[in-house]
């Protein structure tokens, strides 16, 4: 208090006299102390001094995400003079704070900067565009860059841009045409040592390799998905990049999750959403938060779960994140699936399906349509299930992603199974499981043997039917049911074969299994409804129960 007193009573010229004098000091004795530097001579009228000092201060402080703090030093400088450089980095910080409204209008301000370079500008409307979900409008404005660069012979500009093209590309789930781009984008920065870059095109290389990684996992190559990723990790980490280091560590989740390996999965996006909660990543933080409400949700706790979802959706909407909105109403329309809730799961995923529909999200399209199809079969509505998922399996098809074709193949043989179509049931429960076996993925294949267990004793042919069952058994036993897709229907499937062909104490024990694996979960929801709706609501869970506390295995096939 006593020095505001003695500060008031000094003449505005003496002011700026003494914050000139404290900067220089300040200079001599301590250089480093740019923070201060910034403060003092933007007070002192010494216009030179004050736009270096906050021109480097406002750097620095983006460099380390204290985000609030950059955008008030960009906004103090460009409040004196308009750059073009302070509004990037302005631009910058709003991207990574997700504040669009704010974000459209800097960047219509560095439209009319007549120093502005065409690829900067270009590039930050196309981040702009993809972080909305106009991917048209994303394509445009990287085409604009990338015909500046070429124009220019610039070869790490033409990487960059390349790398934003498979950005997009892939965000639209084209995997092939993703990977082409990113490759041509690997190309091009090879011609340049990675001593030359700037930071931002190192931060864009990082990207190119962490996508590649994406695009080659989605593709069933994981052992290349994952040199891709460590590299990318190892770089970020090398140059500090946390912003890429949380997306490589999310993008491992992925391919863990994808191997139903939830336990790495879940520690990896854990990781993830503790950097950028520290860097102030807002839609990174939203996507992390559906991530690990997915795996958990997968793990079984589904009271958890919703509120992660919960969580992610309203970060992703205030955001303007649509391609991130979309995942959350499908897992959320899951989560309902899986509670019983399948009036609610329903809406959920129809409104993810419009959303995916606006932004051209193929891949988020295809995802949800096979839930669609599950709610249709839940409810009895075989025909249009089966419609629904043979639309799915055509545009997974298109997408040339292996596990989504095995997805709608493996949903396919369910209904056809119900529908008492057993050789159909068959041929595509049989070629899903050819694709979980040429990709790796055992946990996934018990599903599929489960129902060719029971189409086999359909058609009589009991060595095939129990070879079946005990295969899927035997997987479901090992991972003690953590890592299958529904591993209480696969042991119930077993149960009813072992009970048909006389294997008594088989039956009784893959039920109490069965029956075990539904509790457990019903055990972890603390809401009453949820838990009522998951035992009674779900039809294989309330099969389940019924047969275990009739004591006897239950006879008819779900």
Known sequence: MTQEVAYDTLLESQRRDLHRLVGETLERLHPEAIEQMAHHYSRSGVRD?????????????????????????????????????????????????????????????????????????????????????????????????????????????EACSLSHLGSIIHRQGDYDQARTRYLQALEQFQKEPAAHYSDQAFWIFIETLNGLGDVSFRQGMFDQAQGYFEQALDLSCTRNHRKGEADVLNNLGGMFSYQRRFSEALTYYQRALELQRTIGDRAGEGASLGNVAQVIQMMGDYGRAGEYLSASLAIQQATGNRWNEVNDWNDLGLLHLELGNLTRAWECLQQGLHIGQDIGDEAGQAYILANLGLVAYEQGRLPEAEAILTDGLKRSQTLDDSYLVSIFLSYLGMVSLRANQVDQAMEQAGKALEIRRELDLPMSTTHNLATLAVASLLHEDIATALDYARQSQAILDACQGEGPETPQRDYFLCSQVFDRVGETEAARNTLQLAYDLVMARAEKMTDPALRQSFLEGVPVNRQIVQAVRQNLPANTPS
Request: glycine share 4%; aromatic share 12%.
């Open 49 to 157: 001094k004050t736009l270096f000092y906050l021109d480097k201060v406002a750097q620095k402080t983006q460099r380390e995400y204290a985000n609030e703090t950059a955008l008030a030093y960009y906004s103090q400088a460009l409040a004196l003079e308009e750059r073009w450089e302070w509004r990037r980095g302005q631009i910058e910080v709003l991207h990574t704070m997700g504040r669009r409204q704010e974000q459209e209008a800097a960047l219509r301000a560095l439209e009319v900067s007549p120093d502005a370079p065409v690829f900067v500008v270009a590039s930050l409307w196309e981040q702009y565009y993809e972080a909305i979900g106009d991917y048209a409008q994303a394509h445009a404005a990287v085409e604009r860059a990338l015909a500046d660069c070429r124009a220019r012979a610039d070869a790490i500009g």
